[in-house]
Antibody, heavy 120, light 106 residues
Framework: EVQLLESGGGLVQPGGSLRLSCAASGFTFSDYVMNWVRQVPGKGLEWLSVISSDSSRTYYADSVTGRFTISRDNSKNTLYLQMNSLRADDTAVYYC?????????????WGQGTLVTVSP | DIQLTQSPSTLSASIGDRVIITCRASQSVSVWLAWFQQKPGKAPNLLIYKTSILQSGVPSRFSGSGSGTEFTLTISSLQPDDFATYYCLPYKNYPWTFGQGTEVEI
């Protein structure tokens, strides 16, 4: 069974940093493209970033370019999101999601999300 | 970047109704469009990808159609479990942008 488990969320002050993790199990992590998506409570979904299976390619939304960095450790089956220079409008639930590129299915499995709150 | 218009933003419907949600893109995404369902407090769930392919386990009352810049999600006969928010996602090129969402309510 595919499982994605985010962790690392919490309360952080504006300007601070946080690193989110997404532990994957139930599939061959190193074969799959992975994404981060966030959602401000009560609002819509915002795609943030993607990383290829071998970490050779990464892409970001304009809203986080230069502040957030996606990475992965295939030996640990873990995806990361390093978040720097955090702002109040980064407050959201952060989800990791896997793609199945072979079938063309985006974000076919999601974690349960981790809440990040940016506040003084 | 692609601009998206998902409509309506809210839809009031009854059990058994046929429901249609539309997603329009500012440029062609060919067939690379997906639909997600999200219920309160839960992660989104992939319903349809590549315009019309039903994700495993998704009921056949859900269907998708379209190409290029205009796409629709149809629920043929609305069931109680279908009251949720639906999002489209064109995924031809990065960066991705989700539609604004359509809340289907009673």
């Amino acid at each position: 069974e595919v499982q994605l488990l985010e962790s690392g969320g919490g309360l952080v002050q504006p300007g601070g940093s946080l690193r989110l993790s997404c532990a994957a199990s139930g599939f061959t992590f190193s074969d799959y493209v992975m994404n981060w998506v966030r959602q401000v409570p009560g609002k819509g979904l915002e795609w943030l970033s993607v990383i290829s299976s071998d970490s050779s390619r990464t892409y970001y939304a304009d809203s986080v370019t230069g502040r957030f960095t996606i990475s992965r450790d295939n030996s640990k089956n873990t995806l990361y999101l390093q978040m720097n220079s955090l702002r109040a409008d980064d407050t959201a639930v952060y989800y990791c999601a896997k793609d199945t590129t072979m079938t063309g299915a985006p974000c076919d499995y999601w974690g349960q999300g981790t809440l990040v709150t940016v506040s003084p | 970047d692609i601009q998206l218009t998902q409509s309506p933003s809210t839809l009031s419907a009854s059990i058994g109704d046929r429901v249609i949600i539309t997603c329009r893109a500012s440029q062609s995404v060919s067939v690379w469009l997906a639909w997600f369902q999200q219920k309160p407090g839960k992660a989104p769930n992939l319903l349809i990808y590549k315009t019309s392919i039903l994700q495993s386990g998704v009921p056949s009352r859900f269907s998708g159609s379209g190409s290029g810049t205009e796409f629709t999600l149809t629920i043929s006969s609305l069931q109680p479990d279908d009251f949720a928010t639906y999002y489209c996602l064109p995924y031809k090129n990065y960066p991705w942008t989700f539609g604004q969402g359509t809340e289907v309510e009673i």
